[in-house]
């Protein structure tokens, strides 16, 4: 008999820790959010110096990992959708209505073009609680002191941006710890004792 996995078995994730993500080998991956430099506006010295100072930090901490994810849904999806009704598509007013619909979403999507979310990943292997905060304080005071703004990413944090990384939208209030659990609340009437 075959057994299905859960998308969190099947990335090895176990659950949440007290800074990150707990994982099944018994180690917890803390992320640093980034806040991005505008480059467009620095000159190119300003750029090189920045790229120093990375080189730098990630040759001090060499267990960092960087991210850069969108920070943005895709509309993709929506796009082929729209493409395949305007190839079926035979009234010209709904054809025409389509293509002004996917010119809009064109427009969102550039304008969110240069939305980046850039985090870093440090995996906390085994130590005592004290130990691991006092190692993750270092490297939060290393990344600040090579001039990165950053905060530690919290649990609602990553899991948006676990849902946009599955290609999920990203809604807009909190999203649940397991699917369906608005729904339980909303209808499931807690047991009253009587």
């Excluded at 608005?182 to 499931?188: L, Q």
Aim: proline residues 2%; negative net charge.
């Amino acid at each position: 008999m075959s057994k299905t996995n859960s998308t969190k078995e099947l990335i090895g994730i176990r659950s949440f820790g007290r800074n990150g993500l707990m994982t099944d080998r018994n180690n917890e991956i803390v992320y640093f959010i980034i806040k991005p430099s505008n480059i467009s506006v620095l000159s190119d010295i300003s750029i090189g110096i920045k790229v120093t100072n990375l080189m730098h930090l990630l040759s001090a901490q060499p267990n960092i990992e960087m991210i850069c994810s969108d920070a943005r849904e895709s509309f993709e999806a929506n796009k082929e959708y729209l493409n395949k009704r305007i190839g079926e598509e035979e009234n010209r007013k709904v054809v025409s209505l389509l293509k002004a619909d996917k010119a809009f979403l064109d427009n969102i999507q550039l304008q969110m073009s240069t939305a980046r979310e850039f985090m870093f990943a440090v995996r906390v292997r085994d130590g005592s609680e004290e130990q691991n905060f006092a190692s993750l304080n270092r490297v939060e005071k290393a990344i600040t002191g090579e001039g990165f703004e950053c905060k530690r990413a919290t649990v609602d944090d990553i899991k948006r941006f676990l849902t946009r990384y599955f290609g999920w939208n990203v809604p807009d209030e909190n999203i649940d710890d397991s699917d369906g659990d608005r729904a339980v609340r909303k209808w499931v009437l807690p047991d009253l004792g009587g």
